[in-house]
């Protein structure tokens, strides 16, 4: 059965979109070898990230991911295992809260998760699969699909 994990921790220093760019390119990378997906947010300085596959080959990413200069502070929120993998389409997909319009209704909940998210540790297992399925459907309604992330500009 897939093992999941979500874990937030702080960037080492501002993120440009060439930065997320980087991570990303690996991540698809080495997760597509490893049967790896899952779901990367950044907002305000810190990372969201999701991992799903095999349990000893997660905790093992999650070490290497730990200890990279990039981010710091990480904290494991939640383990679970799982029938089915919430983001299996994508190897590491990426969300990004637009910055340059309104938020629509579901963005501003995200968004509102997100902030209550970044300053605790210890979610329950249920609100944080709620939280990634709705992320998971507002990439899908995006037409975001497999291994394309909209990341930036700059
Ligand atoms: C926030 C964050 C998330 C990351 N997520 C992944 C990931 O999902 N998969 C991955 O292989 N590397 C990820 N990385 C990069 C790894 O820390 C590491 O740099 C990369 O796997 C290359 O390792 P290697 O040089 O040992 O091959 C992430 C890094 C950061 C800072």
């Known amino acids: 059965m897939p093992f999941q994990l979500t874990y937030h921790s702080l960037a080492s220093r501002e993120m440009t979109g060439k930065d997320l760019k980087a991570i990303m390119n690996i991540a698809i990378e080495n997760n597509q070898k490893l049967g790896v997906t899952g779901c990367l947010i950044y907002y305000n300085n810190f990372f969201l990230q999701i991992l799903e596959g095999e349990k000893g ?74 939280f990634w399925y709705n992320v998971r459907q507002i990439l899908l309604s995006e037409g975001y699909f497999r291994d394309s992330p909209y990341i930036g500009e700059n």
């Open 57 to 130: 080959t997660v905790l093992e990413l999650l070490n290497k991911i730990k200890q990279d200069h990039r981010n710091e502070q990480l904290t494991l929120l939640s383990t679970d295992e799982s029938e089915d993998r919430i983001f299996k389409d994508w190897a590491m997909s990426f969300y990004h809260l637009p910055e340059k319009r309104e938020l629509a209704a579901e963005e501003v909940q995200i968004k509102n998760h997100l902030i209550e998210l970044s300053d605790s540790s210890d979610k329950p297992n249920f609100t944080l699969k709620v």
